[in-house]
């Protein structure tokens, strides 16, 4: 411990001004005009995982961004953790709500504020610079395979086929993965459940065209009107979703599961202040821990349809549109979801429109093991670095590929994230404390060496 603190305060400065680089790629892997930045994105890791000693360095191409693999071997009979990121990052928008630009990474009262500082680069980079404090110090105790994709805000497709095709080169015995959320550094936490997801698209036309609202207003259906109620007919009065079968595969908790979940420090004034809410929603009978963790949801992430420009136009619109997702929990699975979301979509919609739904990505909910080696390795890192043990909790976000590496690979993951659920993910003025950024790095290498002290 003394020797990891040493070497992380020798290079502090390096290893922030190493992140900040890394930060300032525009890796947007939702809209192509990012391309080119996206694969000088994939360069940068990988030349940092070569200078920080790992062999074997590629950046495989796939058919979409490349996927960055690199690997330490140091004795075969050794355990291996997979270690699992993400370089890429989310669209900035809306822009003209950031305080300081997306990607020229800024502190302010200790936070690092870019797109992608917590969700993935800063956590990719804590692996990177541990991995690189374990080969400098020679103190590496197992073997470590980095795979780090550009796909994961798009649904990881490619990453799905690479794993397939690449089993061999994939197997370890544990998947390490830094990209969720701790309750905070006084409440040191590990995930152990991750959400599925189901997303999909629904377009609702009426007339063939647009029309003068007050000519036509009164005699055809406004598709926008129309979606509206279809929209809002999906949860009831206690917010309960209304598809037939769709809480048909939810495993319910048992009350000492949702006691411990409940256990985990929770203060809802602090959280609707932090929101800028007065009350909080939700499905009736569960808290709110237990709603963004065990619950299954479904949102509406966009709509539109009709004139959303300056002023006013007095149309009534040939179509409207939402982009809506499901949140899933064991044992629902996301093609089913999205079979039983369109059924009852098609048949709520009356005779006066015309009603399309187009399915996007989707992904598997898990839960991690709780009682495995590499679980008390985690609880033990962190328990030596924070000086508490942590707290078990379930997020409420998805990584669709962990349910992949389980399926595929049979390894099972862990869930080591040092972000918070307040980074503002996917928002305006995304921040990760830089404080949460030197804890991952000296809380790594303990992972790795309770992991090889225990598999023994
Ligand atoms: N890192 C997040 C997921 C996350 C965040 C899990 C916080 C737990 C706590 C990941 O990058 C992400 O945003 N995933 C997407 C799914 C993907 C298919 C676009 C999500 O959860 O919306
Ligand atoms: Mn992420
Ligand atoms: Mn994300």
Redesign the pocket.
């Known amino acids: 411990m003394q020797e990891i603190k040493k070497y992380v305060d020798a290079n502090k400065q390096r290893f922030l001004d190493e992140l900040f680089e890394l930060l300032r790629f525009p890796s947007v892997s939702a809209d192509p005009k990012y391309k080119d930045d996206v694969l000088k994105t994939a360069d940068y890791v990988a030349e940092k995982l070569k200078e920080a000693g790992a062999d074997k360095v590629e950046v495989c191409q796939t058919a979409g961004y490349p996927i960055v693999y690199a690997e330490k071997i140091i004795d075969p009979s050794k355990p291996t953790v997979l270690v699992y990121g993400?370089y890429d990052v989310?669209p900035p928008d809306p822009l003209e709500l950031w305080k300081t630009p997306p990607f020229e990474p800024t502190i302010r009262d200790g936070k690092i504020y870019a797109r992608g500082a917590c969700?993935?680069k800063g956590q990719v980079y804590m692996h990177v610079k541990a991995f690189e404090l374990m080969m400098k110090t020679n103190t590496l105790p197992c073997n470590v395979k980095f795979m780090i994709e550009g796909e994961?805000?798009?649904?990881?497709n490619n990453l799905g086929i690479f794993v397939k095709e690449n089993k061999e080169r994939l197997q370890a015995d544990v998947v390490l993965i830094s990209?969720?959320?701790m309750i905070s550094l006084e409440n040191p936490s590990l995930?152990t459940g991750?959400?599925g997801?189901s997303?999909l698209e629904v377009e609702v036309t009426g007339p063939n065209r647009d029309l003068h609202s007050g000519v036509y207003g009164g005699a055809v259906a406004n598709p926008a009107t129309i979606l509206a109620k279809l929209i809002a007919s999906l949860h009831d009065e206690n917010n309960h979703i209304q598809i037939p079968g769709f809480y048909d595969d939810v495993l319910a908790l048992t009350q000492e599961e949702r006691d411990a979940l409940n256990m985990a420090p929770f203060v809802e004034e602090e959280y609707k202040e932090d929101l800028g809410v007065t009350e909080l929603w939700g499905e009736k009978g569960y808290t709110t821990l237990e709603r963004t963790g065990t619950r299954p949801t479904l949102e509406v992430n966009g709509i539109w349809g009709g004139y959303i420009g300056e002023g006013a136009k007095t149309v009534l619109p040939s179509k409207a549109n939402a982009k809506i997702?499901m949140?899933l929990v064991p044992n629902q699975q996301s093609d089913k979801i999205t079979k039983l979301f369109t059924e009852h979509f098609e048949k709520i919609a009356p005779k006066y429109v015309k009603v399309k739904v187009t399915p996007h990505?989707g992904?598997e909910p898990v839960v991690t093991p709780t009682d495995s080696v590499a679980y008390r390795a985690a609880q033990k890192a962190i328990a030596d670095s924070f000086g508490k043990d942590p707290i078990p909790t379930r997020?409420?976000?998805?990584?669709?590929i962990v349910a992949l590496f389980e399926k595929e690979l049979g390894i099972k993951t862990v869930?080591m994230?040092f972000?918070l659920?307040s980074d503002n993910?996917?928002s305006p003025n995304e921040k990760y404390d830089i404080a949460n950024f030197y804890k991952g790095i000296e809380t790594i290498p303990l992972f790795h060496k309770y992991f090889a002290e225990l598999s023994k």
């Open positions: 993400h989310q969700d993935d994961e805000e798009v649904g990881s990209d969720t959320s995930e991750l959400r997801l997303y997702s949140r990505h992904g997020g409420g976000g998805s990584i669709p869930l994230g972000g659920d993910l996917h």
